[in-house]
């Protein structure tokens, strides 16, 4: 069966503000935990700078910070996560070069099973 569509130019409920569009598109990179203070990302959130104000490509396949302390994917040597001082805990992958990572508000879970290497 067909799906139902709309005429072009009818609307189906109230218009979604361009902020909450934005919010949306954010927080389908993000996965909070009610009641547990803690939020889950694939790859990082940048130090200091709100939810609201993460960069998509922070979020999906940042690694580490470079020298001015701006996100980068590559597994330099900074990761993002022990700079993290404030905030719910964080939950994040995508560092299997670091392994197993436990800071004060984040947790690294990449161990790099999928290469072989050993859960810890």
Known sequence: AATPR??????????LQKSSIA??????YTLALPGADAIVVH??????????????????????????GAPSRLPGATGWAE????????IFG????????RHARAIGLDTGCCYGDHRS
Request: glycine share 8%; aromatic share 0%; no cysteine.
């Open 6 to 15: 709309l005429p072009r130019g009818s609307s189906a409920g109230p218009t």
């Open 23 to 28: 919010d949306r598109r954010r927080r389908r």
């Open 43 to 68: 790859a990082g959130l940048v130090p200091h700078t709100p939810l609201e104000n993460q960069p998509r490509d922070a979020m999906t396949t940042m690694r580490s910070l470079d020298e001015t």
């Open 83 to 90: 700079h993290r001082d404030a905030g719910p805990l964080v």
């Open 94 to 101: 995508h560092d299997a070069v670091r392994g197993l990572q």
